[in-house]
């Protein structure tokens, strides 16, 4: 093997260390999930995306975000600030928007706590004159937990939710695409939607 072909094989084994550290490192879960007992299979077939925040701009970015991901699961999705604007509107008129959309119902998410998660880590080995030798680590990571609801139209309530968390999201709008695209599935696989 020539030298150019051997740092070459380098380079891509650094890289993919690389990825497989910032993979390991970021990631994101589900910790909890309720589901009403009369939920009906494939109850809802076309929502509202809602997240809640003070922030317009990332509001609308982030219904975006969840509603193309939804809509990459089969699920017809549309950002609740078109439908509903930005404006406060009362719980009747809310209702009355999204059945002249013709929505099943509201797939709404919000941040409910931000920290940070830490990880001890030790490493043994012989070090002087071969006597034992212990380093601890103390590694701590923002953590962010997510709810998620799903909300239903005609029945006036919940029909699911769940708790999920992220490690060290790289923003808040990537966080909500990861979290959506796994909440799509748990809901999938609840019986929720029929994606």
């Known amino acids: 093997m020539s030298t150019v072909a051997r740092h070459a094989s380098r380079l891509g084994l650094v890289a993919l260390c690389v990825l497989v550290a910032s993979c390991a490192s970021r990631s994101t879960s589900i910790e909890r999930t309720w589901t009403s007992r009369d939920a009906q299979l494939g109850e809802l077939d ?5 997240f809640v925040t003070d922030d317009v701009r990332v509001r609308h970015t982030s219904e975006e975000r969840m509603a193309a991901a939804l809509l990459r699961s089969g699920i017809y999705a549309v950002p609740s600030y078109r439908i509903l604007g930005d404006a406060p509107l009362g719980r009747e008129e809310t209702r009355a928007r999204l059945r002249a959309a013709r929505l099943d119902g509201v797939v709404s998410m919000r941040v409910v706590s931000q920290g940070e998660e830490r990880h001890v880590r030790t490493r043994s080995s012989f070090g002087y004159r071969g006597l034992p030798w212990t380093t ?3 590694e701590a990571k923002p953590v962010t937990q997510v709810e998620t609801v799903a909300y239903s139209e005609r029945r006036n309530r ?5 708790l999920s968390k ?12 990861r979290v959506t695209q796994i909440v799509t599935r748990e809901m999938n696989k609840d019986g929720i939607i029929s994606a």
């Open 46 to 50: 076309a929502v509202a995306t809602m």
């Open 136 to 138: 601890t680590s103390v």
């Open 158 to 162: 919940v029909i699911w939710a769940s």
């Open 166 to 177: 992220a490690i060290d999201p790289e923003s808040v709008v990537l966080m909500v695409e």
